[in-house]
């Protein structure tokens, strides 16, 4: 005998409510240097907001992103695209990356940060995401108590630097069920104001600068990951959502040559060249269907990214690039990067945990629901 209909909808966990999604491709052209403009002619054309034309010989080679960028965007009209979805995205649960790739001198720094340390008018994604989450929160109820942290490092070598305490140290990478996949011992500074965060912000910047110039090394080899743990807590319910954000500005992708840069040694090319190197390899091994095993453990950087490459993040990419013709080669690259990118399928969820009322009441729920189905049969 079948049973009569339940009459008990126990709907799953938003936490095991999984969404498929893809990873979102952004192009940014930036405009011409004016030594730029002297000697080289430009290549690129961004032809709508979706696509955008490399000029090869005769040949037009035509790409297509989620969103085109041109030279005349502003770093507010970036945001509006970029930041405030992922931010929005974050304040409901989910987990977000915005990562800037391209070669270097393309305008990375500056989608991320802006000119100076993020006060400018010209701010990049990073303060303006500082600013906007405060203001989400003095917006927001009562009934939610928030808490922000904050982690800066740099992946330089594929060795570990926090730069909210610059202590030499060796970190190591960790996955537990409480943390996710996370660099132990790294430090989290708590804010409670954008202009608390923005001071944290430039500590961060002025750490880097300082270790580049002591270790004589040179940034723009380096990745700069900030990550920002939001959590809100329902005072009624008990329920707690614990979203993450990994703002990243990449190593230049151009490949480092021993040639032209002194006192570099072979090992340390390689080591320089790994991390990126890898994330071309995670990327592909994504995207092609018959490859089964995804090397994310094969560098710092990917492996700290594993959620954000086919994982439980939303995740957009900035592909950034210089019009000129003295980049043609890089651009191309960067330009199929991207490309590929755009095929990566990530699963998202909502990231809760539900308090202990509530999950006595999902099992009391459940025992009364099998009780249930036990006397229909
Ligand atoms: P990267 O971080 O990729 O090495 P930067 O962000 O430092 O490159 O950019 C190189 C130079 O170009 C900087 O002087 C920067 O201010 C300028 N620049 C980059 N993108 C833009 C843009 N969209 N508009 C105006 N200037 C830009």
Redesign the pocket.
């Known amino acids: 005998q079948t049973p009569k209909t339940d009459p008990f909808t126990i709907a799953a966990p938003a936490s095991e409510v999984s969404l498929a999604t893809r990873v979102r491709v952004v192009c ?1 052209v ?2 011409l ?1 004016e030594t730029e403009a002297l000697r080289e002619t430009r290549l690129i054309e961004a032809v709508d907001d979706k696509t955008v034309c490399l000029q090869e010989k005769e040949t037009p080679n035509v790409f297509t992103y989620d969103s085109v960028f041109d ?1 005349h ?1 502003t770093q507010e009209d970036i945001y509006a695209s970029v930041g405030q979805k992922t931010l929005a995205d974050l304040f409901k649960g989910f987990n977000g990356t915005i990562l800037a790739y ?10 991320m940060m802006g ?1 100076g340390d993020g006060n400018d008018l010209d701010r990049g994604i990073i303060p303006r995401v500082a600013e906007n989450i405060f203001t989400h929160i003095l917006q927001s109820s009562d009934e939610v108590e928030y808490t922000v942290g904050l982690s800066m490092m740099e992946v330089y070598k594929e060795h570990i630097f926090d730069l909210l305490d610059p202590q030499p140290k060796d970190f190591l990478i960790h996955e537990d069920k409480l943390n996710g996949i996370h660099v132990r011992g790294l430090s989290q500074a708590f804010v409670s104001s954008s202009s608390e965060m923005a001071s944290v912000l430039k500590q961060g910047c002025k750490n880097r600068r300082t270790a580049s110039t002591n270790m004589n090394t040179d940034s ?1 080899r380096s990745h700069a990951i900030l990550q920002i743990i939001l959590t809100q807590k329902d005072v009624t319910s008990g329920e707690i959502r614990r979203s993450s954000l990994f703002l990243v ?1 990449l190593a ?1 992708s151009e490949k480092v040559d021993r040639s032209g840069a002194t006192g570099i040694t072979l090992e340390e090319t390689k080591k320089i060249n790994l991390s990126l190197s890898v994330l071309g390899l995670v990327i592909n091994s994504l995207t092609d269907p018959k490859v089964n095993h995804v090397p994310y453990r094969d560098s710092k950087l990917t492996r700290i990214l594993q959620e954000s490459l086919g994982g439980n993040s939303r995740t957009t990419l900035i592909i ?1 690039i210089s019009p000129a013709s003295g980049s043609y080669y890089e651009t191309l690259s960067t330009l199929r990067f991207g490309s590929r990118a755009k095929k990566i399928r990530n699963s998202v969820h909502i990231n809760t945990e539900l308090s202990v009322d509530q999950l006595k009441g999902r099992i009391s729920l459940l025992e009364k629901r099998n009780k249930y189905l036990e006397e229909q049969l």
């Open positions: 940014r930036r405009p240097t030279e965007a391209g070669q270097t001198g393309a305008g990375k720094s500056h989608t000119p723009s500005d230049g950034n």
